[in-house]
């Protein structure tokens, strides 16, 4: 990858200011956000106990976590690029949630196979995939598209975006150690630093 592309100390530096800036929205939105993940793990578990609608409830459950990733990827969208984000920011993007469903569904089957065949396949497509959710929103692509491009827009970037990637994953890994508060502020900041590396490679690659 060029030099230039992106640093991630920059990616995070940006994300940090850009989360300061509409930290009470943030916060907010995190909250809600948690509280449906708290109902969604509830439902995992107690489907668990009733094989026969497991199935069908494991579905709602990945729906869910769908849903609260694709309010952060478009929340971090908007404040990337226009440097504020509001609920009416929002609205006009859920109709592209069922793509983004789509996609949520290919990316997560393609990672348990990937992480069955001995890791290293599951952690190469975590990053080339990864960029998916900012296309399907971002550039209103179909979910199946949104993972090609993916894979195309991080080619010659892999060693970068996967050190990058970690570095996200140590940040919300340190928000959970401070009694699972921290992530109210870890996970939108890491949500806009990738918004803001996705834009960098998509300024890159994409016409």
């Known amino acids: 990858m060029t030099a230039d592309t992106f640093r991630i100390g920059e990616a995070l530096s940006f994300g940090w200011?850009?989360?300061r800036?509409?930290?009470g929205?943030?916060?907010l939105l995190g909250l809600v956000l948690g509280v449906l993940l708290v109902v969604a793990n509830g439902l995992?578990?107690?489907a668990a106990a009733a094989p026969p609608v497991f199935a069908l409830v494991y579905l709602l459950v990945l729906a869910i976590n769908a849903f609260i990733s694709f309010v952060f990827v478009t929340a971090a969208l908007?404040?990337?690029k226009f440097g504020s984000v509001s609920l009416d920011d929002?609205?006009?993007h859920l109709p592209r949630f069922f793509q983004y469903f789509i996609g949520y569904?290919?990316?997560f089957l393609a990672l348990m196979i990937g992480y069955a065949l001995l890791i290293l396949p599951g952690v190469y497509l975590s990053v080339k995939l990864f960029f998916y959710?900012?296309?399907v929103v971002d550039k209103k692509m179909p979910g199946v598209d949104a993972l090609k491009l993916s894979y195309d827009m991080t080619r010659g970037h892999f060693g970068s975006l996967l050190c990058f990637l970690l570095s996200l994953i140590v940040i919300n890994m340190a928000g959970l150690m401070l009694f699972g508060i921290g992530v109210l502020l870890t996970i939108p900041l890491t949500f806009i630093a990738a918004a803001y590396v996705y834009r960098k490679l998509a300024e890159k690659s994409l016409p």
Request: glycine share 0%.
């Open 105 to 107: 569904l290919l990316f």
């Open 90 to 92: 929002l609205a006009p």
């Open 78 to 80: 908007e404040i990337e």
């Open 25 to 27: 929205f943030l916060l």
């Open 21 to 23: 800036a509409n930290a």
């Open 133 to 135: 959710m900012f296309l």
């Open 44 to 46: 995992q578990r107690a």
């Open 17 to 19: 200011d850009r989360f």
